[in-house]
């Protein structure tokens, strides 16, 4: 069952390529899978060089998906092969899929698209997930900060999430900016 990658998932993925320095040079083969979401695998041969290979649902591809592979083959690249081209100063990306939903979120608003799979979110934010996407983005790059002396900095990440879907959701109408006037009568 060879299915083509039709032409919207090509550029979908080569634009997401453009984010990831790391994965510059390399070759990654993309597949399609059925199952509801994707994959991504290295697998080590001796004497050369992993071959990297995601597999994706075509169906409604977001970039969220396609940052979320990707930034697997980078944790995976990460262990033990020195990952001296990645952006933003971090050294590696710790494993773990809440990890890589993060680090796939702080990368670049291109990957919040859609709600990442595996961090808790209140259901409210995934429901009005673009009214919330930039704040927890930015709350995804905190997050990485204070892992530098925070070990649990996932859970005060998911702790954060839940403070900002009890403030309500973002991005006001604007008639409620408008500052009341004072009553010059
Ligand atoms: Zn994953």
Redesign the pocket.
């Known amino acids: 069952m060879k299915k083509r990658l039709t032409r919207r998932a090509r550029a979908m993925i080569r634009r997401s390529l453009t984010y990831f320095p790391e994965l510059q040079g390399k070759s990654i083969t993309v597949g399609y899978t059925r199952a509801h979401?994707?994959?991504?695998v290295l697998s080590y041969r001796r004497e050369s060089e992993p071959r990297l290979v995601i597999r994706l649902k075509v169906r409604k591809l977001t970039y969220q998906t396609i940052g979320?592979?990707l930034t697997?083959l980078v944790q995976g690249l990460g262990r033990g092969h020195g990952n001296r081209d990645s952006p933003f100063g971090w050294q590696s990306i710790p494993s773990g899929?809440k990890q890589?939903d993060i680090w796939t979120l702080a990368r670049d608003p291109l990957f919040c698209d859609d709600t990442p799979?595996?961090l808790r979110l209140p259901r409210a934010m995934r429901e009005h997930w673009q009214d919330y996407a930039e704040e927890v983005r930015k709350l995804s790059i905190a997050a990485i900060k204070k892992r530098e002396n925070l070990r649990l900095y996932i859970r005060w990440f998911e702790g954060e999430v839940r403070k900002l879907a009890k403030v309500g959701r973002r991005k006001p109408a604007p008639e409620q900016l408008v500052l009341p006037f004072p009553d010059w009568e």
């Open positions: 979401l994707g994959s991504a979320h592979e697997h899929e890589c799979t595996y």
